[in-house]
């Protein structure tokens, strides 16, 4: 059981065939596995870490080592792993922060050159979470600045090794693959790396939509662990001309390092539910040339990208409803420089400092810092209408409750049971003189008990709760032309509750318009309104379908 579960959590990802845990061998020296859990119940789902354990030592002996990217903690301490870990944490569905990689290659690089030296095989296992997005970019990088791999060999191997056929890449972020460029430029350009503080002096977006956009550049903080929101726009910020809005911030916005993100967020207005969420990361040293000049980068730059390539929730492609076309930072460098060359054999390494492995930042199954999918978005979306509608249909089923009981007398007469309904909300779109309709309905049934009459009641009540539920469903579809026609209904409805018949108990179809009569008082008794029914009728053969 454990291991078909353990199955179904990788998804997509291989497990290896002698041990079946989720882990593969990029190569012979490289082995990427997801993150390894100690505790129930986590074990039974995720890669137990001593089977981990256990399965190095056989295969490795003591020459293995781990080198851990999670920011949110490992979720074990260091002395069951034997003190062989790496800690370079950096929060999940992001890249890291440039200047954790010339570290990371360095300490990948010595820890195998070393076995080599002595005549022993040994290897790097990377994980982060699920051994896929942060494990692929570090291992992939590796593959490229120390074995000389091209990009697209190093991207393609990882996805054969860790992905099962036909499930996408193993690297698919598109900020992470960035990073993998960029480190395909550093290698080339001698592998220097110069540091600078990074100040954002624009923002242009093209080809802006409808809708309220919070905009907001953030930064790495704490070695590359925290991400800060460090500017969010306001309305006054921008300047349109035509469909392009240029935001310009009102002091400066300069972050620690020279990463930069730009986070979205978009609402139809200030007071709706999100319909779109994405973010791209970019570095201006690369974005200023600087490997392609000796690592004098240009002092100032524009970063340009379209957006179908920025990043979707949880970094991936879905990012809700289009909210530009085109996005335009403006940046500068300010401060000296800071260069960052990589270490050396013999010189010191210097790791992370690991979060705290027993704290949980979210729950492991969240993702750090957003929704989990646009499915989370929307259900956001359709949490408070599903929670409406089912108080209307919980309404419904207790008023029926109610008649069944006074057919057979068996009824409760309670103060709270005849204000019950007097108390419920009244269906999206509804008036308040609608729902007070309802509520004389309920106390209407307590003077009479003829079955006919009840029927006629509880028929009300539903067609009433009914019109409810098409003003619900069309405010979820979006049709403003559906949900003025419900209004309408709710209209009639309201309206014809409000008619008194006559006291001889015609049928309101004999009594001419002109000899109806207003009631003084909205708390009308509807045991002697049978004009309701009748109006009723004539809405329901109006109304429109209701949406499946």
Known sequence: MASLLRK??????????DSDLDLCYVTDSLIATSGPSGTYPKRYYRNPLDELVKFLDRKHGAEWAIWEFRAEGTGYPDTEVYGRVWHFPWPDHHPPPFGLVPRIMASMRVWLKEGEAVGRGRVVVVHCKAGKGRSGTAVCSYLVSEEGWSVQDALQRFTERRMRPGFGAGVSIPSQLRWVGYVERWTKGGKVYVERRAEVMEVHLCGLREGSVKTSVEGFEDEGKVIKKFYTFAEEDGTREGNDVIYKPTERVILPT????????????S?????????VWFNIFFEGNGPEKDGNADESGVFEIEWDAIDGLKGSSRKG???FDKLVVVWRAVDRPQLINEPKEGEEIKQ???SDWQTKHVSEEEDISRANSLEGVQSKVDAPLHDHEEKQKGHARAFKQRMDGRKTGNVDESTAEKNEFEESPAPI???????????SASRGVSSHGENGDLKAESGAFAEFSSAGYHAVDAVRQGKQANQTEQMDTLEKVRTGGSQKKEDNGSSSSSIPQADRKEPASQEVEVRREPTLRKSLEAVRLDAP????
Not at 429 to 439: F, L, M
């Open 8 to 17: 179904l959590v990788a998804g997509p990802r291989t497990h290896h065939p």
């Open 545 to 548: 379908e209701k949406h499946g």
């Open 429 to 439: 779109g509804a008036s308040t003189n609608g729902q007070t309709a309802a509520a």
């Open 321 to 323: 409803t289009r909210i």
């Open 271 to 279: 007071y709706t539910m999100l319909t779109a969420v994405a973010h």
């Open 352 to 354: 992370s400092k690991p």
């Open 258 to 269: 020279s990463d930069v993100e730009i986070d979205f967020e978009r609402r139809y207005n």
